[in-house]
């Protein structure tokens, strides 16, 4: 059994439609998928008649953007959401991140770029994806991007505009009121310092952690297996997939296990 639930499509911040990347997770031997594009669910319906015609588990998902002390910018994947009830903080959320992006375009032209939110909604190919690397690319940003954000687009710099809802706990309240399970993503992908991780796990009383994640070490992912025991929670699995391209989770089955456990699905609620 290949287990993969956080996969992204053209929905959000992906390359491929949701039915091509139900096809590449079926190429892969992928037993049991979510597609888990941000703030969105509009493409869980296509995936899950793909899913269907490749005989795989498709659970339907989202991936929630929330702020937390700790992370500007930390990611809640919520499991077996009804996408009808969770589609109203969707809607909410697209519309805080469309606004938060023209407030950054406002700020880098006060910087002397020539730009306009319509150019960075034409990077992004829909506005209610638009993301910081589309308005970099539309500002002129080309190859590694991080430069680009260091100087403007991260936090303290001079461009930056903070994420101001959901918060985490708002986040996980969402998921449950729409029926499914809440997992916090890839915590060592967000936040690096253990003793961070550890409080924030402790803390915000989810239901399950992303353990086996392609850039947790051996340690982190001990440490992460070590809370879920502790704290009684699901310890799942993914390799991010965004595409066949993508310059860091571009194939599914990236993940390692280390021999330490397996991972797992989410009960049902």
């Given at each position: 059994?290949?287990?993969?639930?956080?996969?992204?499509?053209?929905?959000?911040?992906?390359?491929?439609?949701?039915?091509?990347?139900?096809?590449?997770?079926?190429?892969?031997?992928?037993?049991?998928?979510?597609?888990?594009?941000?703030?969105?669910?509009?493409?869980?319906?296509?995936?899950?008649?793909?899913?269907?015609?490749?005989?795989?588990?498709?659970?339907?998902?989202?991936?929630?953007?929330?702020?937390?002390?700790?992370?500007?910018?930390?990611?809640?994947?919520?499991?077996?959401?009804?996408?009808?009830?969770?589609?109203?903080?969707?809607?909410?959320?697209?519309?805080?991140?469309?606004?938060?992006?023209?407030?950054?375009?406002?700020?880098?032209?006060?910087?002397?770029?020539?730009?306009?939110?319509?150019?960075?909604?034409?990077?992004?190919?829909?506005?209610?994806?638009?993301?910081?690397?589309?308005?970099?690319?539309?500002?002129?940003?080309?190859?590694?991007?991080?430069?680009?954000?260091?100087?403007?687009?991260?936090?303290?710099?001079?461009?930056?505009?903070?994420?101001?809802?959901?918060?985490?706990?708002?986040?996980?309240?969402?998921?449950?009121?729409?029926?499914?399970?809440?997992?916090?993503?890839?915590?060592?992908?967000?936040?690096?310092?253990?003793?961070?991780?550890?409080?924030?796990?402790r803390s915000l009383s989810a239901?399950?952690?992303?353990?086996?994640?392609?850039?947790?070490?051996?340690?982190?992912?001990?440490?992460?297996?070590?809370?879920?025991?502790?704290?009684?929670?699901?310890?799942?699995?993914?390799?991010?997939?965004?595409?066949?391209?993508?310059?860091?989770?571009?194939?599914?089955?990236?993940?390692?296990?280390?021999?330490?456990?397996e991972p797992q699905v989410p009960?049902?609620?």
């Amino acid at each position: 059994m290949l287990i993969e639930l956080q996969s992204h499509s053209t929905v959000s911040d992906g390359q491929l439609v949701p039915s091509e990347v139900v096809a590449e997770a079926a190429k892969a031997g992928v037993t049991t998928l979510a597609l888990t594009d941000h703030d969105a669910i509009a493409g869980v319906g296509e995936a899950k008649r793909a899913a269907e015609e490749h005989g795989i588990e498709l659970v339907p998902a989202i991936e929630m953007s929330c702020v937390h002390e700790y992370a500007e910018d930390l990611h809640i994947c919520g499991y077996w959401v009804d996408v009808g009830k969770i589609a109203p903080a969707c809607e909410r959320a697209q519309h805080e991140r469309v606004t938060r992006a023209g407030e950054i375009v406002e700020k880098l032209r006060s910087h002397g770029f020539d730009l306009h939110l319509e150019d960075a909604v034409r990077e992004a190919g829909d506005a209610l994806s638009i993301g910081r690397p589309h308005i970099a690319r539309a500002a002129g940003a080309t190859g590694d991007l991080g430069p680009f954000f260091e100087e403007y687009l991260v936090p303290g710099a001079k461009a930056f505009v903070p994420r101001r809802w959901p918060t985490a706990e708002q986040a996980i309240a969402l998921i449950r009121e729409a029926g499914g399970i809440a997992v916090i993503a890839h915590p060592y992908w967000d936040i690096s310092a253990p003793h961070e991780v550890d409080d924030l796990i402790r803390s915000l009383s989810a239901d399950g952690v992303e353990t086996y994640y392609p850039t947790h070490t051996k340690e982190q992912t001990e440490h992460l297996l070590d809370l879920c025991t502790e704290l009684v929670l699901t310890p799942t699995a993914s390799s991010d997939y965004h595409g066949p391209t993508h310059k860091t989770f571009a194939k599914f089955g990236a993940y390692d296990t280390y021999g330490l456990g397996e991972p797992q699905v989410p009960p049902r609620p």
